[in-house]
T-cell receptor, first 113, second 113 residues
């Protein structure tokens, strides 16, 4: 158990819908990262938040957004879902902003039908 | 942008065989290097990491990796694999200025009993 908690573990939704994935970082960690793992794209970095502020942005679509709340949990919002958004979405956390050692959660499986 | 190459997509070994998985990266400056393992249906777990110092790094579960700067490589090794090592292995790199990890495409290891 890495200490990073993600909910829900599995989610099936229809195209065009919107979903929210939730992540609680390890106790004491201030940084949260979101990664997408799909068969064709591999592991892709989406976005990082550090202590409530966006710190780095990767290959995140405009239909996707994230935020980190004062209690340091984070949410990834995915809207206007397409079939190609089906993937495993990982949250990870680290103590600082530099991300030298990050710990991954178990992921949220999203299936868009 | 840096890239990470894992040339072996799928490796099949018998128990007790020796393992070496290749990882090459493109960035020429200071890098932090990682190997993660993902067991079926589970999250990514950190196997080992290299920041500086001795280029031969020992990790958990008997794995080790060698950083060869001149070859831009960080190959993962294990002298004798077990059936329980069946998993997907990801090499990841973080350069000095980046805050996120760049992952390779992964190598699926299957160990036959």
């Amino acid at each position: 158990d890495s200490g990073v908690t993600q909910t829900p573990k599995h989610l099936i939704t229809a195209t065009g819908q919107r979903v929210t994935l939730r992540c609680s970082p390890r106790s004491g960690d201030l940084s949260v990262y979101w990664y997408q793992q799909s068969l064709d794209q591999g592991l892709q970095f989406l976005i990082q938040y550090y202590n409530g502020e966006e710190r780095a942005k990767g290959n995140i679509l405009e239909r996707f957004s994230a935020q980190q709340f004062p209690d340091l949990h984070s949410e990834l919002n995915l809207s206007s879902l397409e079939l190609g958004d089906s993937a495993l979405y990982f949250c990870a956390s680290s103590a600082g902003a530099s991300g030298n050692t990050i710990y991954f959660g178990e992921g949220s499986w999203l299936t868009v039908v | 942008a840096q890239s990470v190459s894992q040339h072996n997509h799928h490796v099949i070994l018998s128990e007790a065989a020796s393992l070496e998985l290749g990882c090459n990266y493109s960035y020429g400056g200071t890098v932090n290097l990682f190997w993660y393992v993902q067991y079926p249906g589970q999250h990514l777990q950190l196997l080992l990491k290299y920041f500086s110092g001795d280029p031969l790094v020992k990790g958990i579960k008997g794995f080790e990796a060698e950083f060869i700067k001149s070859k831009f490589s960080f190959n993962l090794r294990k002298p004798s694999v077990q059936w329980s090592d069946t998993a997907e292995y990801f090499c990841a790199v973080k350069d000095g200025s980046a805050r996120q990890l760049t992952f390779g495409s992964g190598t699926q290891l299957t160990v036959l009993p």
